[in-house]
Nanobody
Framework: QVQLVESGGGLVQPGGSLRLSCAAS????????MGWYRQAPGKQRELVGT???????NYADSVKGRFTISRDNTKNTMYLQMNSLKPEDTALYYC?????????WGQGTQVTVSS
């Protein structure tokens, strides 16, 4: 069974950058689609972006051009590089992996963008 652990969250000023990591254990991530989601207080969880096994990515319009998803299969880890952060990016960020027939989630890491 795959387990995911997010890290790298914290407090950052508007315009700053953070890099989140999603480390997997229990199985290789090599063949699976992975994603980043976020949930702000009082709002529904929303998709940030997805990375497919071959490395292709797609992003929500709200983060396109500012966020970059990557993966290092040798380290069994996915990353979310977040630049030009805005207060509206404040949320609990989750990663997931699709291991059919289930979707496995991490526990989340908090990102707060505030001056």
């Amino acid at each position: 069974q795959v387990q995911l652990v997010e890290s790298g969250g914290g407090l950052v000023q508007p315009g700053g950058s953070l890099r989140l990591s999603c480390a997997a254990s229990g199985s290789s991530i090599r063949f699976y689609t992975m994603g980043w989601y976020r949930q702000a207080p009082g709002k529904q969880r929303e998709l940030v972006g997805t990375i497919y096994s071959a490395g292709r990515t797609n992003y929500a319009d709200s983060v396109k051009g500012r966020f970059t998803i990557s993966r290092d299969n040798t380290k069994n880890t996915m990353y979310l590089q977040m630049n030009s952060l805005k207060p509206e990016d404040t949320a609990l960020y989750y990663c997931n992996i699709g291991v059919a027939p289930v979707l496995i989630w991490g526990q989340g890491t908090q990102v707060t963008v505030s001056s």
